[in-house]
């Protein structure tokens, strides 16, 4: 009843859904995709990582007429769970972080993490936007499986890339490079090239909704992470 629920009121809502999967840094990537596109626009996201066949009904009941950006973490631990959510969801642009070895016990192998994971890719529209990190085993399986456009991102490759990144014991510094958008200087407060790699896919989702660079930027370095 809950999931009926909001399935029916996301269609009374006219914003754009963002939904966000991986084995992991899913909450980091959300923390961070909220910062970057309230430069800009009206944003609901999941609190913490309320990302199941519970919270997300619960994350989307909870959103407002005025919002123009619905943010959904997707968390599953057996097949056939990320599909439901997505049919709830109606997401336009889909984040897939990673795919590890998390839940393996329940899922088998790392290729069916990546079918579970991919219902997020074979929910998108046409018109709408996958965002995956480039030199990821599975990036063109995802590519292959999608109507929507692909866009990859990571450190020195990708359409949104981190170029002269230096880690340093407070976090990191980088260029952030956007084929035919220019760049803007980045200084994260979390350490690790991962955290860099969460903050690329987070940029990307704000230039596919149409962000400038310096837009992300001040973002990214705005956000707060979930403890």
């Not at 914003?15 to 309230?38: H, M």
């Not at 929910?123 to 085993?137: I, N, Q």
């Not at 999608?146 to 014991?169: Q, Y």
Request: hydrophobic share 45%; proline share 3%; net charge negative.
């Amino acid at each position: 009843a809950l999931q009926r629920l909001a399935c029916w009121y996301r269609s009374q809502l006219d914003v754009v859904v963002v939904g966000i999967t991986g084995s992991n840094g899913k909450t980091t990537t959300k923390d961070f995709a909220e910062a970057v596109l309230e430069q800009r626009y009206q944003v609901h996201a999941t609190k913490g990582n309320l990302n199941n066949h519970i919270g997300l009904p619960l994350t989307v009941l909870c959103a407002n007429e005025d919002d123009d950006v619905l943010i959904l973490e997707m968390g599953m631990n057996h097949p056939g769970e990320i599909a439901p959510l997505c049919a709830i969801a109606q997401p336009q642009i889909g984040i897939i972080t990673n795919i590890g070895t998390a839940h393996i016990e329940f899922m088998g192998s790392r290729e069916a993490i990546a079918e579970e994971k991919g219902a997020l890719a074979r929910s998108l529209p046409e018109v709408g936007t996958l965002l995956v990190t480039a030199g990821c085993d599975f990036t063109e399986y995802f590519q292959a499986r999608t109507h929507a456009r692909t866009i990859a991102v990571g450190n020195g490759r990708g359409l949104v890339r981190a170029e002269s990144l230096r880690l340093t014991k407070e976090g990191s510094e980088f260029e952030l490079a956007i084929d035919g958008a220019g760049g803007a200087f980045v200084k994260l407060r979390l350490a690790g090239k991962h955290m860099v790699n969460n903050a690329l896919l987070a940029a990307g989702a704000g230039w596919a909704l149409g962000l400038t660079p310096n837009e992300l930027a001040c973002g990214l370095e705005a956000a707060s992470i979930t403890g």
